[in-house]
């Protein structure tokens, strides 16, 4: 296999992290045969993880031709922890999350969030009550992730546009994060796109080059992968999906954008308890959310024609019927060439899928920091040679 370019030492850390995260107990042979990098450069840095204390060496163990006995590399789960939540208009999510990507504690807790003095005091007692259910901190405390629906500016730190939060936009987010909970570093995240990170890392994307997941709750909204890597957009707002104009008939419910005929006022969780409660049976309150989200999705894929799309989010675990008809109606409006050719796919991860995103991100920058690098997000499988050693 031939590289552009030489891999950064950040770029080879991520990759040797993310392969024994998804193939654990490698022997350095092994894992060698699984990365772009020579076997010097790769005894170096997995030296660096093991006097770090991100990797350990288990027990010997023999190989397949019954050679001398090989040390398998594996992650210490214990390494390093950190604490992600993510935010809907009417309910609050938090975890803590291991180096190895395993829920410790998690919690879930109904509360209206729209206002920003209650919903930091909130965010503060369940941060509080996570970390008394997780009392034996012993690795590193990577830091604090927290997603929201809407647009994020990272450079001012601000949150632009919420339409389903609309007293968060201005708000200085991270600064008031990092205040209420007294902890550092602070990350804020798109809740879509958190999600498709965890996808990435973690579930449905291990394995694919182009994705898009499409979170399906109170708002909608998108976290496009093109090439494993997360696509943003000029003013970070790609992934608003949930503003595509769907209907120019339907005018009966005003998107909160302020707008008639968006996706997310007609195919989301709000507008199908607001169609079952005006009195449509629930299965016709299903086919109609199915329909206006075929729409959007249909000429989503159309276009960007990506090898997985991955739904989640809370309406569909709270109206599990609902998933073969968005599949049955989606695959209608697909060009021919691309009806068997896209995966959609259920999350596999459900609603972790964003909290894991949010930890995957800090374990990278806190990796960074420990090896003294510059921060900056990379998506170290696209590197990763497809070959999975297990016997």
Not at 16 to 26: A, E, H, S, V
């Amino acid at each position: 296999m031939q590289f552009s370019r030489v891999l950064s030492s950040q770029e080879i850390i991520g990759l040797i992290t993310y392969t024994l995260r998804n193939y654990p107990n490698l022997s350095r042979a092994e894992l060698a045969t699984m990365l772009p990098v020579t076997p010097a450069t790769l005894t170096h840095h997995v030296r660096e993880l093991i006097d770090g204390g991100w990797v350990e060496e288990q027990s010997a163990r023999r190989n397949n031709t019954g050679g001398r006995p090989r040390m398998g590399l594996t992650l210490r789960n214990e390494a390093a922890y950190a604490i992600a939540m993510t935010v809907s208009p009417d309910l609050l999510t938090g975890a803590i999350v291991d180096f190895g990507g395993h829920i410790i504690a998690k919690m879930r807790l109904e509360h209206p969030m729209g206002q920003i003095p209650s919903s930091l005091q909130v965010i503060q007692r369940m941060t509080d009550v996570l970390l008394e259910r997780y009392p034996h901190q012993s690795g590193r405390f990577a830091g604090y992730g927290i997603a929201i629906p809407g647009i994020w500016d990272p450079e001012s730190e601000t949150v632009v546009f919420s339409p389903n939060l609309q007293e968060w936009a201005g708000m200085k987010l991270r600064e008031l994060i990092r205040r209420s909970t007294d902890t550092e570093p602070t990350l804020v995240e798109n809740d879509a796109d958190a999600a498709a990170w965890g996808e990435l890392w973690f579930g449905a994307g291990r394995d694919v080059q182009d994705m898009m997941y499409v979170l399906c709750d109170t708002g909608i909204g998108a976290g496009i992968i093109i090439q494993r890597q997360l696509i943003r957009g000029q003013n970070n707002s790609i992934g608003e999906i949930g503003h595509i104009f769907v209907d120019s008939s339907d005018s009966e419910f005003l998107c909160g954008c302020g707008q008639y005929g968006c996706l997310e006022a007609l195919g989301s969780l709000t507008a199908l308890q607001r169609y079952h409660a005006g009195g449509m049976t629930l299965s016709s309150s299903l086919g109609r959310v199915s329909r206006y989200l075929s729409i959007g999705l249909g000429g989503l894929i159309n276009v960007l024609s990506p090898q997985v799309v991955v739904l989640g989010g809370r309406m569909l675990a709270m109206y599990p019927d609902l998933w073969p008809a968005i599949v049955r109606d989606t695959r209608s409006r697909l060009l021919n060439h691309l009806t068997h050719k896209t995966q959609l796919i259920l999350s596999p991860l459900e609603d972790n899928a964003p909290l894991l995103g949010l930890a995957g991100l800090l374990f990278e920058q806190e990796l960074a920091r420990s090896q003294g690098q510059a921060i900056h997000t990379v998506s170290p499988s696209q590197w990763l040679t497809r070959h999975d050693p297990s016997p």
